[in-house]
Structure formats: C-alpha cells, structure tokens
C-alpha cells in the first residue's frame, strides 16, 4: 500500500516556475514507478511524465518535454515535478501515481494522490 500526497501547486504568471512535491508513504515507494498526471476542465486526465523506481529513466508528454522535470529522492520517499516556462494550457490538477512499470496509461497505476490545483495567468 502506498499513500501520495501531492503539494506545491498554486497561481503563477506565463513563463514563471512552479515545483511540485509528492510525498509517499509506505516502504515500497523505491520499487514503485512514479508519474505525473493532470486534468484540465472538461478534459480527460492525461499523461504528463513518469520515472522508473530507481530514477534512472525518465519519459515525458511531448507537451512539456524540455520544460519540466521529474526526480525523486527515495531517501525521502519523495518524487518532485520542476515546471518552468509554464503556459495557460499548463493549468489543471495535477496528479502523482504510483505503479509498477512506467507507462503513460492511468489505469497502470494502482496508487494516486488527491491532486493539487497549478493555475497559469496569461
């Protein structure tokens, strides 16, 4: 069983920077692949970026590739989410998850945190 609980969010200008937290309870957070999802209004949730349980491996939406960045400190049972360059389209809840295998599928994962709100001002 693992727990997630994301934090960070909140109200930003178009290209300012926001980093994301997810902390993760449980001792098997350093076996679990961790990934970012987020939902926008009206839209289905999607895929943003995912790390392979040792974080040797990372995967990104072509939509923020080169603008964020996922790490994670198991030490700390912690995986972080670096957004910069943020854009309007940017804006949703954003989600952390927990699974097996990374992959871009949400329902791949068993784990998920309650979200927290990144709003981009234009």
């Known amino acids: 069983q693992v727990h997630l609980v994301e934090s960070g969010g909140g109200l930003v200008q178009a290209g300012g920077s926001l980093r994301l937290s997810c902390a993760a309870s449980?001792?098997?957070?350093?076996?679990?692949?961790m990934g970012w999802f987020r939902q926008a209004p009206g839209k289905e949730r999607e895929f943003v970026t995912t790390i392979t349980a040792g974080g040797g491996l990372t995967y990104y939406a072509d939509s923020v590739k080169g603008r964020f960045t996922i790490s994670r400190d198991n030490a700390k049972n912690t995986v972080y989410l670096q957004m910069n360059s943020l854009k309007p389209e940017d804006t949703a809840i954003y989600y952390c998850?927990?699974?097996?295998?990374?992959?871009?599928?949400?329902?791949?994962?068993?784990?998920w945190g309650q979200g927290t709100q990144v709003t981009v001002s234009s």
């Open positions: 998850a927990a699974g097996r295998d990374i992959t871009t599928v949400p329902t791949d994962y068993a784990y």
């Open positions: 449980g001792r098997t957070f350093s076996l679990n692949a």
